[in-house]
């Protein structure tokens, strides 16, 4: 069973990617480990870049449910 | 890694599934078997639970296991690209939320209130059966799908499986599904804010909160999500409750009073500016708030309903289910399968389905909890909707639910039909209960949002505030449907517009540059008339509109819903997997039949009701003889009403067109697969496989 910090850590989590922005710590370490030599974009520039991304229709985003 | 089985074998497991299907049994029991007394929401809510329960751990782990075979050993597209962007592998609870959120929308508020017509049993047993046997197959199987294939679109899938003229109707079918979606749902928010300053002021308020939300995540405090939500929540609660204020103040209230015509130009005024401006400035930032609302209002009223536990006050079958019913016209079969669009089967899903969700998904085996999980979820806020609509009186469910060419437009007059009707109210009852939710009248106030607003606002004032809290409940739940519906609209508008500019591009090729912004303005004028012509004929229809549009909704989005089961057919089969094809199969044939039967019938049917054709005949015949007929005024109303027919008329037809056309070309898909020993279909990740070249 997670504990309380692991779930509340999960809620958060959901609530950002309901919005379409996945976790920054991930893309940090993901980039780290395996595009050290590039260019890493900071938290300001990943979330206008995914801001973006989520409405990008040309590239496959849908929005708008029913 | 999560194995599939889930703890097999265990005597105590077998006597706890045995214990819920009893309860489940017992609760349907009580649920269909009751007449003339009422009964407990709280039945439905257990008897819906047990199906879920027993449909997840059953159906859904058969599906999984056997039709499709998933593979947890099998690399998903999420660690295949992993780029920690659109590729990230994530926990299955955490992509269940974004899954959800991203499906849920207003189809499963609106759908089931008017299916309450015909009581609240024929919509429960279709939401129930739909979704275990329909939707949340077609979500799981198109999620299972796209994850194999590198988490390609439903398009791109349709074209590569079934060829490229069963991929060009496919889109085809999208775009004409996004018009109908988008009128229809500004039809519900024109009808839920007409003549209501309240609400109409707390919406407008939304978009200068949304703006100020978005230049401060943006450039103030960049990407602080959760203060600027917070603060975005905090300006919304406030303008609706200064919304009090401003329908009581005589002067300000006239400020916020509005026709049905002229709500309809604004709100197309609204998505044409809307869709040009930057994403930061609105659509983003008012997006984020009617997640959040949406999640959290889902659960309010989840909690609402358990707690309070209110009695459903309609019968459970109504004497509507002979097709004269005033919400919607046409009979059980094939009409209530068709209003009930999304609770329980919702093409859009397969969109969502194959969009973001299989790029984050961690094992092929949480196809299963996301897929066919967040669509029993889904489900459930269709039942909570049925329960929403079904508390009220009957007598004020028809009142406000019935159009004024039928009940007139006085409370007396109103209340003299609906008790004729069977359900006895009085016109004292009607103006009680506009006046506890503040507002002026409550009749016709149709499409489904208001309807459901006011079941909210008595449930959820049951468990805070009693009736002083009514008229805030209420316009809360408005302005939440509201505020979500104008993001769809916005977001709709972009795709449509995107669509037109890849379809005309193909002729002029210029006319692709999506970064150009007169192509941009002019594609979004394009797909704001095509939507905004079909929102006004609604708008000043005497039927009321949602008569019209709803069932031509329901139809396209049940097709598109039929074109993802033929291709998860075809794909079976191309799998080698004939053997299990029937678990698509069965509710591929059931909604082709439903949509079919309904199409036919709004084309051709003879009764002018149901029929496009027969009602434009009525009206030239009675043109031709010099007469002018309810609710036309003058000889070009008249004419307008003719060439709408026709244009709905061709709608439907089209419709039923791709749907033929699918069917076939499915038919001619599963023929060559089952010419041949081998598997025809390309799949990604497999570790074993062997290339095969040529093979589409």
Redesign the interface.
Known sequence: MPDLRTLGAWAVQTARLMIGIPDYQVYLEHRQTFHPDEPIMTYEEFFRERQDARYAVARGRLRGCC | MNALITGRNGVQTKLLWAGIAALGAVSFGIVALNRGETISAAWLVIAALCVYFIAFRFYALFIAEKVLGVDPGRQTPAYRH?????Y?P??R???F??HF???????PLVGPVLAAQMGYLPGTLWILTGVVFAGAVQDMTVLFLSTRRDGR?LGDMVRSEMGPVAGAIALIGVLLIMMI?LAV?ALVVVKALMGSPWGTFAVFCTIPIAIFMGVY??FIR??R?AEMSAIGVVLLLASLIYGKTVSEDPQLAALFDFRGETLALIIIGYGFVASVLP??LL??PR??LS??LK?GTMALLAIGILFVQPDLKMPSVTRFIDGTGPVWSGSLFPFLFITI??GAV?G??S??SS??TPK?LENENQVRMIGYGAMLTESFVAIMALIGATVLEPGVYFVMNSPAGLIGTTAAQAAQVVTGWGFSITPDMISQVAQDVGEKTLLSRTGGAPTLAVGMASILSGMFGGRAMMGIWYHFAILFEALFIL??V???T??A??MIQDMVGSVIPSFKR?ESWSNNVIGSAIAVAAWGYFLYQGVIDPMGGINTLWPLFGIS?QMLAGIALILCTVVLFKMKRERYAWVTIVPTVWLLVCTLTAGFEKVFSSTPAIGFVSHAWRFSDALSAGKILAPAKTVEEMQRVIVNDYVDATLAALFIAAVLAMAVYGMIGIGRALGTQRVTTAEVGDVDAVAEPGHA
Not at chain 2, 82 to 86: E, P, S, T, Y
Not at chain 2, 101 to 107: V, Y
């Open positions: 992993n780029d920690a962007l659109d990230v994530t926990n609870y955490v992509l939320g974004h959120a991203a499906i849920a929308g207003a189809g679109s979606l749902l995540a943006r960049v990407g999500i994403v930061w659509l983003a997006d984020y997640t959040f999640i669009a999304c919702s859009f899903h969109l969502i969009g973001t984050m993001t769809t916005d977001a709709g972009r795709v517009r995107f999506t989005n």
